[in-house]
């Protein structure tokens, strides 16, 4: 914890804050370019109405005013209210939603690092035999796979055909079939991530010295090879982060789960512009986020990268 | 001994030449200056490499296939993919619908629905196909894409170097950190009306998906090409025979087109054959929530939502447009490897 670290950790926030704002004005800026009038789509209203409609919402006013303030109620925690959910704040339905998709995807994703090191260190020590080859095969299989098409097809195997699993997500274990279609993807790229990184250290010298000392082969994996291993999967983080929150939209779809991500498409059929903004905005502060977290985790871990 | 009397006795300070040296060569001697192996470029090793690696040889036929199928069949198939038949829905593969069975029966011949059909009648087999044809457009066209403006901006900002280099790499890392997928279907959402307003018919038939994949692509997904080739620029740049270009006058321009980015060419290929697979799942994955291609055009990612309403009774109309998917991006990703494999300096043995 040097100066030099705190530098590059005060430069990484301020970028991230950039990039949150960026994301935040491209958000508002293209919702607002839209020509056509978030209530000019529902049933036939006088003209009064509709001004009386945009003056509540704040829509009558000058864009880069609208923007300010759109800005100063954000950061109190205010994205307005929901036009498509008529008498609920934004904040609060991506709250509710959030509470379903970030047990599913932190579930999911924990799995995915954990098995994933896992297999992806089995292979590696088992390099070229039977077992690596089949890790590796349905590692491949699994990488293009698009999250739609895996959760579909657990959905029709394991619901519909076998009848082991309950196809909705509000039923007992409902949440088990979006937990495995949103992790398998992540797990194989993880799996792959280790298993090169594991060749990678365990081809190093300083494995080399501890197996001439005598140290046993567990001992040589878990105490030596395994902490050095983890650095790429580290910088996954970030991506996963991604993967797991866009791909949530099609798996909530397709388990009917009233997560944030059902919650986004659904609001997309609305044309809740409110919502949008600030699902989006949610959703990208929450990447960016991770990104800065699984940055810094990085230099924290391998203090040999260089920080510039 | 009088033999040796006729030669010249060699002294060892005169500059008297060896006459021995101008000897006529002799047809052994002669033997050894033939090359025996042509030269081998950089081009041509990493292709040779490529050819003996099976799995990427068979992925390629395979992505070649799919495209002969993708763009050849559907100028003679009997069934287009708009042709809706109300007595002949949700047919089973190689199913014929009753009327169908009675012209069979007349003896006309019926070309079979080899997919089956959908809910609307419509042959699903062409359908696929059509499908196909989207994901491999949207794959090559964002290449193309990538290629041209990562190219463009990697080799600028590379060869400029300083201030200029600081300021593009700037910018690549604050699009680097945006959130591209969200982008994407934020532009989808807000150009859908736009589009389907559109007098250009080839917009609108592409649909608001379509558009704001390429959009998109074209202002975010170059950044790793960019980066990867400024990378390549700057190293190739202290290069001796870059200086003896710049001293005989030559141009930026001539300098990074004839010297720089064919030393480029590896990192290009490599990082645009990754990019393909990752386009054809943005655009499946759009077209699954219903941003994708303009209806009635079938996408693999439209189709596999439009069969999860049936999916209990016609499995097939998902078993089918998820197949061909997962052998398009399979066959793109061990392509992809296998040309890593092949291109990167670093593997070479």
């Not at chain 2, 002949?88 to 019926?110: C, D, H, M, T, W």
Request: glycine share 6%; charged share 15%; aromatic share 10%.
């Amino acid at each position: 914890m040097n100066a030099k670290f705190l530098s590059y950790l005060i430069k990484r926030l301020l970028m991230a804050l950039l990039t949150i704002f960026l994301v935040i004005a491209i958000t508002f800026f293209v919702m607002h370019a839209i020509p056509a009038s978030p209530f000019s789509s529902e049933k036939a209203k006088s003209d009064a109405v509709i001004a009386a409609l945009e003056a509540k919402y704040g829509f009558d006013k000058p864009v880069p005013i609208q923007f300010l303030n759109y800005l100063w109620s954000i950061l109190h925690g205010d994205f307005g209210l929901s036009t498509g959910w008529v008498g609920n704040t934004v904040i609060d339905l991506i709250i509710g939603g959030f509470s379903y998709s970030a047990r599913i995807g932190f579930t999911a994703g924990i799995i995915a690092i954990v098995l994933g090191v896992i297999f992806g260190s089995v292979a590696a020590l088992q390099r070229g035999k039977a077992l690596d080859k089949i890790i590796q095969i349905v590692t491949t299989a699994l990488v293009s796979m698009p999250s739609f098409v895996m959760a579909t097809l657990l959905l029709l195997v394991f619901a519909l055909q076998l009848g082991w699993l309950p196809s909705m997500g509000n039923q007992e274990g409902g949440l088990v079939l979006p937990i495995i279609s949103l992790s398998l993807y992540p797990m194989a790229y993880v799996t792959r991530l280790q298993r090169s990184s594991m060749l990678d250290v365990l081809g190093q010298d300083y494995i080399r010295t501890a197996r001439a000392k005598g140290v046993s082969d567990w001992k040589v994996i878990f105490k030596h090879a395994l902490k050095n291993t983890l650095t790429p999967v580290i910088t996954y983080a970030g991506p996963m982060m991604a993967y797991i929150l866009t791909g949530s939209m099609v798996v909530e779809n397709i388990f009917s789960v009233p997560g944030l991500g059902r919650l986004f498409t659904n609001s997309m059929l609305r044309t809740d512009y409110m919502m949008i903004m600030g699902v989006t905005i949610f959703l990208a502060t929450m990447i960016i986020l991770m990104n800065f977290i699984s940055d810094i985790l990085y230099k924290v871990v391998d203090p040999r990268i260089d920080l510039t | 001994m009088s033999e040796e009397n006729k030669k010249l006795k060699k002294n060892p300070f005169s500059l008297q030449v060896d006459p021995a040296l101008f000897e006529a060569a002799s047809d052994e001697e002669k033997a050894q200056q033939v090359t025996m192996r042509e030269s081998v470029s950089f081009m041509r090793d990493a292709m040779r490499r490529l050819r003996k690696n099976h799995i990427a040889m068979i992925s390629l036929c395979v992505i070649l296939l799919i495209a002969l199928i993708a763009f050849v069949v559907p100028t003679f198939y009997p069934y287009t993919y708009t042709k809706q038949d109300v007595s002949a829905q949700n047919l089973a593969p190689f199913q014929y619908s009753a009327k169908e069975q009675a012209k069979i029966a007349r003896g006309q011949s019926v070309f079979p629905h080899i997919m089956g059909t959908d809910a609307l009648g419509r042959d699903y087999a062409i359908r696929v196909i059509y499908g196909t044809r989207i994901s491999l457009l949207v794959g090559i066209f964002s290449a193309l894409i990538v290629i041209v403006i990562g190219i463009l901006y990697g080799s600028i900002s590379g060869y400029f170097g300083g201030k200029v280099d600081m300021i593009m790499m700037r910018i690549v890392d604050i699009i680097y950190s945006l959130p591209d997928v969200l982008i994407v279907i934020l532009l989808s959402v807000a150009i859908k009306d736009w589009v389907s307003a559109s007098k250009s018919t080839l917009i609108a038939r592409l649909g608001a998906g379509m558009v704001s994949i390429f959009i998109v692509f074209g202002l975010l997904y170059w950044v790793s090409m960019a980066r990867q080739v400024r990378g390549q620029i700057l190293s190739i740049k202290e290069q001796e025979y870059v200086l003896a270009s710049k001293a005989i006058g030559a141009s930026p321009a001539r300098i990074i087109r004839k010297h720089m980015i064919p030393n480029c060419v590896s990192v290009i290929i490599i990082i645009a054959a990754m990019q393909i697979p990752s386009a054809i799942f943005t655009e499946s994955f759009l077209s699954f929530l219903g941003l994708g291609v303009s209806i009635p055009m079938p996408s693999l990612g439209s189709l596999a939502s439009d069969a999860r309403t049936g999916l209990r009774s016609y499995p097939y109309q998902l078993i089918f447009p998820a197949l061909s998917i997962f052998l398009i991006v399979l066959s793109f990703n061990l392509l992809g490897s296998g040309l890593r494999d092949a291109f990167d300096p670093k593997l070479r043995a």
